[in-house]
């Protein structure tokens, strides 16, 4: 079976410090990646999507993809506790036309 | 504003009862979704839709029904063979294809409880 996985944590970090999460995933033909962003109580909200080997940046997010490891990452710099939330993992293994979800890593920045 | 609707935000059900949750969006999306997410997890496929009049199994769809008459709308059916359906259920729309990037988005969810 297809799947993504994700170490569920907790992870805390002290404020200002960079948070990493990590995923790993089955299918070796997986081209594409999403990093979900989901407050307690609150439905996960798109924080990044990546697609080809190597880093994307987008402000204190970077994503970090490795095809030959089957590993994809997050890191968020200089967090901030509002960066306290679960992260979720996700990519459309062996279809374009639903997404597996990890389990979530979560992650408490402390001030 | 152009978004994703899910009610009631709370539900409570007796044993034995059948339930059904609304999923209505207004995206313009041929694809709909409903996942079940229980504390600590991740989310779980139960059906998915990619066009009005179809649609498919996820991993955990026994116990629960789907209909899909309009392309705004996915309501989802909790059926009294479905023995532990407490969790925190979310409805989802896109694009077709999500391999390039296209977006999922989700709607605010709705809490049910089995009392």
């Known amino acids: 079976q297809k799947e993504v996985e994700q170490n569920s944590g907790p992870l805390s970090v002290p404020e200002g410090a960079i948070a990493s999460l990590n995923c790993t995933y089955s299918d070796r033909g997986s081209q594409s990646f999403f990093w979900y962003r989901q407050y307690s109580g609150k439905s996960p909200e798109l924080i990044m999507f990546i697609y080809s080997n190597g880093d994307k940046e987008d402000g204190r997010f970077t994503a970090q993809l490795n095809k030959a490891s089957q590993y994809v990452s997050l890191l968020i710099r200089d967090s901030q506790p509002s960066d306290s939330a679960t992260y979720l993992c996700a990519a459309p293994l062996g279809s374009a036309r639903q997404l597996t979800f990890g389990s979530g890593t979560q992650l408490t920045v402390l001030p | 504003d152009g978004g994703i609707t899910q009610s009631p935000k709370y539900l409570f059900r007796k044993e034995g009862q059948n339930v059904t949750l609304s999923c209505e969006q207004n995206l313009n999306h041929d694809a709909m979704y409903w996942y079940r997410q229980d504390p600590g997890q991740g989310l779980r496929l139960i059906y998915y839709s990619q066009i009005v009049n179809d649609f498919q199994k996820g991993d955990i769809a026994e116990g629960y029904s789907v209909s899909r008459e309009k392309k705004e709308s996915f309501p989802l059916t909790v059926t009294s063979a479905q023995k532990n359906p407490t969790a925190f259920y979310l409805c989802?729309?896109?694009?077709?294809?999500?391999?390039?990037?296209?977006?999922?988005?989700f709607g605010p969810g709705t809490r049910l409880t089995v009392l």
């Open positions: 989802a729309s896109s694009i077709q294809d999500l391999s390039l990037g296209n977006e999922q988005f």
